[in-house]
């Protein structure tokens, strides 16, 4: 009668018949509940280190591919400069190639007249020396 008193009024007895509010399968389900959140919060941190270790990674092969990508970059210009300065240079080239056509022009055209010359003086000493 004392049990059923008990039960009517919501206490219960456990295995060491302390006198509980929780009927005693609750209690066990309760104590389960919270060791399942026990083992579930230390899955979700276990989680977050490996995510933060990851995110870690992750920044430091990022930082490595915005340095290799600058190097590139740089290299890229550094080619496109040198292409720029031998167009230059193959400009200048041309510009005193063209300037050296010209003088051996005016050098063929002064060795001619200079034949010329050289071929009359020849003629009037011949004509000179035979007359």
Known sequence: ??????????LHFDELSKVRVIEPETAEE?????E???????????????VGGFIEM????????????MKAIGARNHIKSIAKDRESQKQQLQVLIAEKKVQLERYRMECESLQLVLK?????????GIK
């Open 120 to 128: 009359e003086q020849l003629d009037f000493i011949e004509d000179f």
């Open 30 to 34: 309760t104590r389960e509940l919270k």
């Open 58 to 69: 992750v920044d430091g092969l990022s930082k490595q591919v915005e340095n290799e990508k």
């Open 1 to 10: 009668v004392n049990m059923k008193m008990a039960d009517r009024l919501g």
């Open 36 to 50: 399942e959140c026990k083992d579930f919060v230390e899955k979700i941190s276990d989680f977050q280190k490996l």
